[in-house]
């Protein structure tokens, strides 16, 4: 009996990866110059992004919880579009996400590749993203929504960062095609926290890495591309 081809997948990260900059601390900018965003979460927030940069363990979950203070108590369809016109008036206006990136998807979709983005930012600021171009999937952080469809502070389920990306691809491919009957056949990501879903690709790619990242990918033979561009201010 003639085995069936499995599945193939592709998994890209958002921040940095698909798009110049990180949408968080884009948004926490965007959020401040409105006046949503008080100065002593701010300097939380702040603080929280000087550990995250050397590198020292963080709760994921507690900063985003920060960020929605400015969202807590509002109706979700109003902050999901609240954050649709974030997406419009910073990444888009400034023209952030990346041609190589474009090309990229293009490619694999070509080829007969499911293209995931996987991310710990935002699920409705890359939903934005995926109505202007051409994955299949996105796979984010979400936040709680109360009954009353209000938003919390609260993350639900986990913060798709570090080791949590390979679990919500293991979980999507199983879930849709079954175990052992899909692949994930190319990973694309910037930041060191990305090792374990470039680790679990047949083919990694290093886009723009950090420091740590660039010298894993060296280490370990995987394709280190430069996708930088200049934005638009």
């Known amino acids: 009996m003639t085995q069936e081809p499995l599945h193939k997948i592709a998994a890209f990260d958002f921040d940095g990866t698909l798009i110049q900059g990180n949408s968080p601390v884009l948004l926490v900018r965007y959020l401040q110059k409105r006046g949503m965003l008080g100065k002593r979460v701010i300097g939380k927030i702040l603080a929280w992004a000087a550990a995250y940069k050397l590198r020292l363990p963080q709760n994921e979950a507690w900063v985003r919880g920060l960020v929605f203070t400015a969202f807590e108590g509002r109706p979700q369809v109003e902050v999901d579009a609240f954050l649709r016109d974030f997406y419009d008036d910073v990444i888009l206006a400034q023209k952030r996400f990346r041609p190589a990136a474009d090309a990229a998807i ?49 993350v639900d389920g986990p913060c798709i960062e570090g080791y949590e990306k390979v ?8 879930k849709t095609y079954g175990k052992g009957n899909w692949e994930l056949v190319a990973a694309f990501g910037d930041h060191h926290s990305d090792r374990p879903m470039l680790s679990m690709a047949k083919e990694p790619y290093a886009i723009s890495p950090d420091n740590p990242l660039r010298r894993e990918a060296a280490r370990r033979g995987w394709t280190i591309l430069d996708w930088d561009i200049d934005v638009e201010k």
């Open 106 to 154: 293009k490619l694999l979709k070509s080829r007969g590749v499911e293209v995931l983005v996987v991310s710990a930012t935002f699920d409705p600021i890359v939903q934005r993203a995926h109505e202007l171009h051409d994955f299949d999937k996105v796979i984010c952080t979400k936040m709680k929504v109360d009954h009353n469809g209000n938003y919390t502070i609260w």
């Open 167 to 174: 679990k919500a691809i293991r979980k999507y491919g199983d």
